[in-house]
Structure formats: structure tokens, C-alpha cells
């Protein structure tokens, strides 16, 4: 009993060194940025580990990397780029400031993987990518 009472204070403790009054509040939302370029295996080695280079241009100061949104549908790999930024800031202009991100990848499949890195939008505003089919091998 005396266990849980101190693992309960602890928590009181710990809660109330949190504020909800951060003076950095920032407004953002999240945007996909559009990828230029990956460096993947040609080929893939069943239940192998893999990390995937992914490379992408942040289009001002107010671009923060947060992350990937992966899909997976069978055979079909759908990655994008996911950037916070930030609103009501005056931004400084990047121009093609490149960065690289790794993406960890397994491949848990034993045919075939068609990746699909999201380029954009076309003009009339359809998702593009960029395809790429890699077998899956035994080793």
C-alpha cells in the first residue's frame, strides 16, 4: 500500500511541475512536404532491416521535420514527408535548403514491395509520386 502511495504522489508531483501557461504558444499546423529523391535497396532480403534515405527541400524557417506517414496495403508502400510550421511568424526564405531523413523500413514480405513517395500535387490537384518496384528475396 505504501508502494502505491508514493507512486501516487510521485505523479501529483510531477503534474504539478507541469504548466499549462507556455509562454512559447505557437500556432501550427501539419503540411506534407514533397519528396525529391530516395535511396532505396534494387533488391530486398526477407525480414531484413533496412533504413531508407529520404531527401526533401524545407521551403522556409518555419518548416519543422516531424515525421512520416507510411501506408501500407499490401503490396503497396505509400510514404510522405509530414512538417509542422509554424503560423503567424516571419519566416526566412530557404532557397532549396536539402534535408535527409531516415526512414526504418523491414521487409516482411517475400515477393515484392511498389513504394510510392509523394511528390505533390498536379495541377489539378492529384496526388504524384515517385514508384519504385524492388523484389523481396530470400537470403
Known amino acids: 500500500m505504501k508502494k502505491i502511495n508514493f507512486i501516487c504522489v510521485g505523479i501529483l508531483l510531477f503534474l504539478a511541475g507541469c504548466s499549462l501557461d507556455d509562454e512559447n504558444n505557437y500556432n501550427f499546423r501539419y503540411d506534407l512536404v514533397a519528396i525529391d529523391s530516395v535511396t532505396i535497396p534494387d533488391t530486398l532480403v526477407y525480414l531484413k532491416n533496412y533504413e531508407f534515405q529520404i531527401n526533401y527541400s524545407q521551403p522556409n524557417t518555419c518548416y519543422f521535420f516531424e515525421g512520416f506517414d507510411k501506408t501500407e496495403n499490401k503490396n503497396t508502400v505509400t510514404i510522405a514527408v509530414i512538417n509542422s510550421v509554424i503560423l503567424d511568424e516571419n519566416c526566412d526564405s530557404l532557397t532549396h535548403k536539402k534535408i535527409s531523413k531516415k526512414l526504418l523500413f523491414s521487409a516482411a514480405r517475400n515477393d ?15 496526388a504524384t509520386y515517385l514508384e519504385k518496384k524492388v523484389p523481396v528475396v530470400s537470403e
Open 112 to 126: 515484392f514491395y511498389l513504394f510510392k513517395f509523394w511528390r505533390g500535387e498536379n495541377e489539378n490537384g492529384e
